[in-house]
């Protein structure tokens, strides 16, 4: 009998390592989680720490004028425009970006788009290849785009060319005209210049 009284007795010692390893390991997993929820929370912190910082640092951005809104681009399709040169047949390819005020003109641009269109092409089309090679010529024609859009717009744009001479005295007075609204086009960007 004290046979089988060791053989009753090696069970149970086993039975209890095995319940000891379970806990053991269960413990652990418990730590093991524990530790991996707060590893999640620590850089969830983090995260939102640098999205905070890089939220009011602006200084990779560009100034912003105080109240004014960020301009709004809208690009148009290229023209390509004979030139009223005489001596040869000359053609202009020109990709023209308007920069805007705001987003509600950029609506208004693309509601009026035929008629912009046409009011650039007729601007480009009367000029000569010799107006449009020296960038002195390429300001005036983006001034000129910027009014002549204007004007497709329904604002009131003055006829006086831009590059023509004008009396100091008269230029004088049409800056300080009161009453006359700002144009909505605050700038013409020109993204291709193609002449041949």
């Given amino acids: 009998m004290s046979s ?14 095995r319940k000891k390893l379970i806990l053991v390991a269960l413990a652990a997993a418990i730590v093991l989680a524990g530790g991996a929820g707060a590893a999640v929370l620590i850089m969830k ?7 905070d910082e890089h939220a009011e640092d602006t200084s990779d951005a560009p100034p912003q004028a105080s109240g004014k809104p960020a301009p709004v681009f809208v690009p148009l399709d290229a023209f390509t425009v004979n030139l009223a040169d005489r001596q040869a ?8 970006t308007l920069e805007l005020d705001d987003a509600a003109s950029g609506d208004r641009i693309k509601a009026f788009m035929p008629a912009i269109r046409n009011n650039i092409l007729m601007a480009i089309a009367d ?5 449009l090679l020296g960038r002195e010529g390429k300001t005036l024609l983006a001034e000129r785009v910027r009014r002549e859009a204007s004007r497709a717009l329904g604002y009131v744009v003055d006829d006086a060319d831009p590059g023509a001479t004008v009396d100091p005295a008269v230029a004088k007075a049409r800056k300080s005209a009161k009453g006359t609204p700002a144009l909505p086009v605050r700038a013409v960007h020109f993204s291709t210049f193609i002449i041949q």
């Avoid at 912190?45 to 999205?51: I, P, S, V």
């Avoid at 047949?89 to 023209?96: F, H």
């Avoid at 000029?127 to 107006?131: G, I, L, S, V």
């Fill in 45 to 51: 912190k983090n995260a939102d720490a640098t999205y």
């Fill in 4 to 17: 089988a009284t060791a053989i009753d007795a090696t069970p149970p010692a086993k039975r209890m390592g």
């Fill in 127 to 131: 000029r000569t290849a010799a107006d």
């Fill in 89 to 96: 047949d000359r053609y202009a390819q020109i990709g023209i």
